[in-house]
């Protein structure tokens, strides 16, 4: 995971890479010339709720599970203790939508980099903030 371009993932798009097919094609796509992160708390929630969702889409858990633990090798997740140093300023950010989301905001702003995400809360945080139908715009140029 090395390259010019760089992406902190929401846990939306983690999920989205499990059990969809554009956002993991995507990945796959760009391994080699972006570097995409996610804050551990994103990976913690995408395996809380990894069971459940592969329940209602009828979807093997285990292979659910399993793929979401191969994304590793792709996503590269920031432990709490690198992005907490921007987490009164992350929260700041955010505070009038989802301050839970903070960790996010603090990772894209410890990695200066945008957020990919299908969730508007970031949007006007001040951070580039981009969607799953507009990613390849960003990974392209």
């Known amino acids: 995971m090395s390259g010019s371009?760089?992406?902190?993932?929401?846990?939306?798009?983690?999920?989205?890479?499990?059990?969809?097919?554009?956002?993991?094609?995507?990945?796959?796509?760009?391994?080699?010339?972006?570097a995409f992160y996610c804050p551990d708390i994103c990976l913690e929630d995408a395996r809380r709720n990894i069971g459940a969702i592969a329940e209602r889409q009828r979807?093997?858990?285990v292979a659910a599970q399993e793929f979401l633990e191969e994304l590793?090798?792709?996503v590269e997740t920031v432990d709490h203790r690198l992005y907490s140093v921007h987490e009164a300023s992350?929260?700041?950010r955010i505070a009038?939508?989802?301050?839970?989301?903070?960790?996010?905001?603090a990772t894209a702003l410890l990695l200066d980099c945008p957020i990919w995400t299908e969730d508007r809360i970031f949007f006007g945080s001040?951070?580039?903030?981009?969607?799953?139908?507009?990613?390849?715009l960003?990974?392209?140029?």
């Open 5 to 34: 371009k760089s992406l902190v993932l929401d846990a939306n798009i983690l999920i989205r890479a499990v059990f969809g097919i554009r956002v993991r094609a995507l990945l796959n796509k760009y391994e080699d010339t972006a």
């Open 90 to 92: 992350a929260r700041s």
């Open 72 to 74: 590793a090798l792709i």
């Open 59 to 61: 979807v093997s858990v």
């Open 126 to 136: 001040g951070v580039a903030t981009w969607t799953t139908a507009n990613i390849g």
């Open 96 to 105: 009038s939508r989802d301050v839970t989301d903070w960790p996010i905001v």
């Open 138 to 141: 960003y990974l392209k140029g």
